[in-house]
T-cell receptor, first 115, second 111 residues
Framework: DGGITQSPKYLFRKEGQNVTLSCEQNLNHDAMYWYRQDPGQGLRLIYYSQIVNDFQKGDIAEGYSVSREKKESFPLTVTSAQKNPTAFYLC??????????????FGQGTRLTVV | DAKTTQPTSMDCAEGRAANLPCNHSTISGNEYVYWYRQIHSQGPQYIIHGLKNNETNEMASLIITEDRKSSTLILPHATLRDTAVYYCIVRSMDSNYQLIWGAGTKLIIKP
């Protein structure tokens, strides 16, 4: 089945360590996104990519990094510079970022806890 | 900031229609209204979107007022599995095509 796969579902990290969250899609979508969600709040955009080898900062990019070497994959690294990394992370994709009349599809999320 | 206003929470009886309101009084002519829902600890699920006309799909109906300043999402026969947070989002070129997420409406379906 086509969709977006995020792994792992739960992740624990010690303070000061970098950690990479995986996101893979087989929908042949050009655009991919990473969001962060804190309890009781909506989603906030971390990074997005419109095409392979290109990505742009979202509203809260500090302390995060991404790469887009393949169309299907958009991994997110939470670095030790992120001051409050404990959150629910969501990956999404869409046919194109600049197409208004199209929806985004989301993965099931990774819950990161810093211990 | 989100361009929409939604009630914080709503209840609905199982089997009845759930009507979720959304105000978007500053919407522009080329901006779409999107609805997503998020069941606890899962990724958001797309429901429906529209520009001017009312829309219907297998999940829900979207009713947009003629002046486009508000809309209503209708789940025709709510089930317990429809309990979720429902987000109404205006997608705008002004916000760089991003989906700007508010806190949504917590819909609780009661048996």
């Amino acid at each position: 089945d086509g969709g977006i796969t995020q792994s792992p579902k739960y992740l624990f990290r010690k303070e000061g360590q970098n950690v990479t969250l995986s996101c893979e899609q087989n929908l042949n979508h050009d655009a991919m996104y990473w969001y962060r969600q804190d309890p009781g709040q909506g989603l906030r955009l971390i990074y997005y990519s419109q095409i392979v080898n290109d990505f742009q900062k979202g509203d809260i990019a500090e302390g995060y990094s991404v790469s887009r070497e393949k169309k299907e994959s958009f991994p997110l690294t939470v670095t030790s510079a992120q001051k409050n990394p404990t959150a629910f992370y969501l990956c999404a994709s869409s046919i194109g970022r600049l197409i208004m009349n199209t929806e985004a599809f989301f993965g099931q999320g990774t819950r990161l806890t810093v211990v | 900031d989100a361009k929409t206003t939604q009630p914080t929470s709503m209840d609905c009886a199982e089997g009845r229609a759930a009507n979720l309101p959304c105000n978007h009084s500053t919407i522009s002519g080329n901006e779409y209204v999107y609805w997503y829902r998020q069941i606890h600890s899962q990724g958001p699920q797309y429901i429906i979107h529209g520009l001017k006309n009312n829309e219907t799909n297998e999940m829900a109906s979207l009713i947009i007022t003629e002046d486009r300043k508000s809309s209503t999402l209708i789940l025709p026969h709510a089930t317990l599995r429809d309990t979720a947070v429902y987000y109404c989002i205006v997608r705008s070129m002004d916000s760089n095509y991003q989906l700007i997420w508010g806190a949504g409406t917590k819909l609780i379906i009661k048996p």
